[in-house]
């Protein structure tokens, strides 16, 4: 349960038109759910005995009919510890003193746990409720190089932010390298669109819509009718999504334009049309495939499917 983790960085942009583009992303995000999610079921082993909304799709395999990307829902890359964070992506003072905050906050279970065991050996680095900045969780992050023993909440506020990443990518079973490289001139038209629109700030009332998104799509995205909260209230996911990779279109071509060589070959503008007609079919998405790939070759097994990829 996997991902691509891509590194974005654009020269001459500041502190606020990183934290700009983060918040229209993480707005967005849901598009990039659907159209890379490919984990839409795991080994029965994965849950072991544990509460989860999942369903029994074949003997030992779990999943949800619909689901996207259920590595980034609660069963994925989350922390019901982290429910309780609420971290503004306004600003770089904003965004640090929310996780130095985190950083520093005891957390009763932690507490509870202990930093060492009665032998002396550690069970954990510190009892807080972020033991290190790469414990928060989220679909992208500022970044900034380090140096030599220097934490990453120090190099961004003493330097700014010096690129993105990308954390909401799941690795494509279908590429042997684990990502398309239509996939990531996709993400870069969205990377740019997100840069370029207006972004007001977020409030705690969305940020909380967002998780709810998130969710929605990664365990149901590709429900028939499903919808999405958005600053304008609910609206249909497909529709939204569909919208928003229409007014990437000026970037595609102001990019294929830039490209040396024949304009007809135009792959900026030919991924984004694939990405779109993926979206009008949703039995082209990867979740889908997987799901049929499952049930074509391995009686609708998981584990099978994932060991013939070896």
Known sequence: ICGVHYNWS??????????????????????????????????????????????????????????????????????????????????????AASLHEALSRPHPDYVALGVRNPGGEYNQLAPTLLQIENEFYGTIRPKRVVRRGERPLHALRDRGVEYIEVRCLDLDPMSPVGVAPATLRLVDLFLLHCLLSESPPDTPQEIEALARNQERVAGSGREPGLRLESRMGEVPAAEWAVELLSACEPIAEALDAAREGSRSDAPYARALADARSRLLDFSRLPSAQVLEAMQRDHQGAHIGFALSLI
Not at 16 to 21: E, R
């Open 10 to 95: 654009m020269p001459g942009l500041d502190n606020d038109a990183h934290f700009a583009l983060i918040r229209n992303f993480r707005r967005h995000a849901f598009v990039l759910l659907l159209l890379t999610g490919a984990s839409p079921a795991v080994c029965k082993s994965f849950v072991g005995d544990r509460e989860h909304p999942l369903q029994e799709l074949a003997p030992g395999t779990l999943g949800r009919p619909f689901a996207t990307s259920l590595r980034m829902g609660r069963l994925g890359y989350q922390s019901d510890a982290q429910s309780s964070l609420c971290v503004s992506y306004n600003s770089l003072e904003g965004y």
